[in-house]
């Protein structure tokens, strides 16, 4: 088991180490360095784990360093670490920010590029990773070991692919999350109290999850078995159809992969 260090403790690196320590990575191996001392006392209260302000305090003790803040501050985090940082494992989760740029501000080359999803944090997450050349088979296993705790884990054979990941699972279950509000929303108006709205939508999202990763049909054939001709469904679908709800998820989708270049040309130069 490995030391590992997370440099900031927002919501993406509490739902990866609530992976790892479900998982029964010693929570002792694990610590967290963010400057919120509220949030420092939430994650040693919550996992157990180490805490600490200073983030080079953190990247000393550590042979795996998880770079977990914001892409806008990812630069100046990494060059206040470039003392501490030699042989280390580097993972950085940040949207946008390209292994170059990593390798460059924090002068190393062993940097793996992943890109989770907060589902991490009940193991259910996935995670697209890509690695530099340098990184070994046996560092992209340790990265992988970490990594499943929260869910599971697809490499990548180039790096630009991570843009079209970031899209389709990254900001994914915000896409999912903002349908079941649309859902909760239409049932209050159609007569439902708020809490049997949420109920049926929430348990109606996970029947749906379950069945698309259990049956053995794709969600096409999985919509067309719930759409009875001429029923109440068809009526609905119809109505997503012609608003034109296939074109506006392909420019959603495709808005989320271009921000995640844009960020990439901003934020690496
Ligand atoms: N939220 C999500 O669904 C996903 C987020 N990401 C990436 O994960 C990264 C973190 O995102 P979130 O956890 O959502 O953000 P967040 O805002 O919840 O967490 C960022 C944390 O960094 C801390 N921080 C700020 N300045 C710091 C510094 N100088 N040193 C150490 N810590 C510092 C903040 O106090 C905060 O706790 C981002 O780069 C984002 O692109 C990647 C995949 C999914
Ligand atoms: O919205 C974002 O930029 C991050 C990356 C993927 C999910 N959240």
Same mark, same amino acid.
């Given at each position: 088991?490995?030391?590992i260090?997370f440099?900031?403790g927002?919501?993406?690196a509490a739902s990866l180490i609530g992976g790892l320590v479900?998982?029964?990575w010693?929570a002792?191996?694990i610590?967290v360095? *963010?400057?919120? =001392?509220?949030?420092?006392?939430?994650l040693?209260?919550t996992f157990?784990i180490?805490?600490?302000? *200073?983030?080079?305090?953190?990247?000393?003790?550590?042979?795996?360093?998880v770079?977990? !803040?914001?892409?806008? =501050?990812?630069?100046? =985090?990494?060059?206040?670490?470039?003392? #501490?940082?030699?042989?280390?494992?580097?993972?950085?989760?940040?949207?946008?920010?390209?292994?170059?740029?990593?390798?460059?501000?924090?002068?190393?080359?062993?940097?793996?590029?992943?890109?989770?999803?907060?589902? %991490?944090l009940?193991?259910?997450?996935?995670?697209?990773?890509?690695?530099?050349?340098?990184?070994?088979?046996?560092?992209?296993?340790?990265?992988? &070991?970490?990594?499943?705790g929260a869910?599971? !884990?697809?490499?990548?054979?180039?790096?630009?692919?991570? *843009?079209?990941?970031?899209?389709?699972?990254?900001?994914?279950?915000?896409?999912?999350?903002?349908? !079941?509000?649309?859902?909760?929303?239409?049932?209050?108006?159609?007569?439902?109290? &708020?809490?049997?709205?949420?109920?049926?939508?929430?348990?109606?999202?996970?029947?749906?999850?379950?069945?698309?990763?259990?049956?053995?049909? *794709?969600?096409?054939?999985?919509?067309?078995?719930?759409?009875?001709? #001429?029923?109440?469904?068809?009526?609905?679908?119809?109505?997503?159809?012609?608003?034109?709800?296939?074109?506006?998820?392909?420019?959603?989708?495709?808005?989320?992969?271009?921000?995640?270049?844009?960020? %990439?040309?901003?934020?690496?130069?």
């Amino acid at each position: 088991m490995k030391k590992i260090a997370f440099i900031g403790g927002g919501n993406m690196a509490a739902s990866l180490i609530g992976g790892l320590v479900s998982n029964g990575w010693t929570a002792e191996y694990i610590i967290v360095s *963010d400057p919120s =001392v509220e949030r420092l006392a939430y994650l040693q209260h919550t996992f157990g784990i180490q805490t600490t302000q *200073d983030n080079s305090a953190a990247a000393a003790y550590a042979e795996v360093i998880v770079l977990a !803040v914001k892409p806008q =501050v990812m630069q100046s =985090v990494c060059m206040s670490l470039s003392e #501490q940082v030699g042989s280390q494992l580097i993972i950085s989760i940040a949207a946008g920010i390209p292994c170059s740029a990593i390798s460059q501000w924090l002068g190393s080359q062993t940097v793996i590029r992943c890109m989770p999803n907060t589902p %991490a944090l009940i193991g259910a997450g996935i995670s697209g990773l890509f690695a530099t050349a340098v990184v070994t088979a046996e560092q992209k296993q340790l990265a992988e &070991r970490i990594l499943q705790g929260a869910g599971k !884990v697809s490499w990548l054979t180039q790096e630009v692919q991570i *843009d079209a990941v970031t899209a389709i699972s990254g900001s994914g279950p915000a896409y999912f999350f903002l349908l !079941v509000e649309a859902m909760i929303a239409s049932g209050e108006q159609l007569g439902l109290s &708020r809490a049997v709205a949420t109920e049926l939508a929430q348990q109606t999202a996970l029947g749906a999850a379950k069945m698309l990763v259990q049956s053995p049909h *794709d969600a096409a054939t999985l919509r067309q078995q719930v759409t009875s001709p #001429q029923g109440t469904t068809e009526a609905a679908i119809k109505t997503f159809l012609n608003g034109g709800f296939m074109a506006l998820a392909e420019q959603a989708i495709t808005a989320a992969a271009t921000r995640s270049q844009e960020l %990439a040309q901003q934020l690496s130069q």
